[in-house]
Structures are given as C-alpha cells and as structure tokens.
C-alpha cells in the first residue's frame, strides 16, 4: 500500500476518479484496512470524512483491491482501532482534555 502522505485515485460510483491521501492501515480480526482523506468534496460523503476500505491481495498479480466496508460492526472495530492507534503513537496523556485515554488525569 502507499506511505503515510501519499496520494490515491479512487472512482466513485459515477465513475469519476478523485484523489485521496493514504493516512494509515489498520489491522483488524487479522485483515488490513486502509484508511484514506478525500482532497476534494466527494458526491455523497460528508465534509472531512475519512474513507475505510479493505485490502484484498489480487490473487493474479499480487496487487492491492480496494473494497467498500459495509458491515457496521467491522466499520465500528476499524475506527476504533485507528484512534487507538492514533491517540497512543500522538498522545502524551497529560492533556485532560479529552476523557478518552484515562492516562496521566
């Protein structure tokens, strides 16, 4: 998959392609996820949604499919695991602000 930073084309339902930046993967129940930023109003996502997609390994040719999450409760773990994993790589605990990590209050 791309690094952090890095800019992917999707195709939306219409056909119409547009640029995402590559924000992190998350392994869940063994299977990896690619969460992605639209740079641009996508058709149908609110604004500052981030997109979650499931990667497949192409059988074929060993490449990357990109597929839609559906399930909510696979969508649900997903999230909650990128903001583990974002709060526990960019926090430092003492801020007491937020009520999430209970660390350092």
Same mark, same amino acid.
């Given at each position: 998959?791309?690094?952090?930073d890095?800019?992917?084309k999707?195709v939306d ?5 547009? $640029?995402?930046?590559y ?5 869940y129940e063994?299977? @990896?996820?690619?969460i992605?930023f @639209? ?5 149908g996502? @609110?604004e500052n949604s981030m ?9 074929s ?6 597929? @839609?999450?559906?399930d909510e409760k696979?969508?649900?773990?997903v999230n909650k695991k990128?903001f583990?994993m974002?709060y526990?790589?960019?926090c430092?605990g $003492?801020?007491g ?7 350092k209050?």
């Amino acid at each position: 998959m791309a690094k952090n930073d890095e800019i992917v084309k999707l195709v939306d339902s219409e056909g119409k392609e547009f $640029d995402c930046r590559y924000i992190a993967t998350v392994e869940y129940e063994n299977e @990896p996820y690619a969460i992605l930023f @639209p740079l641009q109003k996508v058709k149908g996502l @609110p604004e500052n949604s981030m997109i979650m997609l499931k990667m497949v390994p192409d059988e074929s040719d060993g490449s990357i499919i990109l597929q @839609p999450v559906t399930d909510e409760k696979v969508q649900e773990g997903v999230n909650k695991k990128y903001f583990e994993m974002l709060y526990s790589s960019s926090c430092a605990g $003492d801020c007491g602000s937020c009520g999430g990590c209970g660390t350092k209050k």
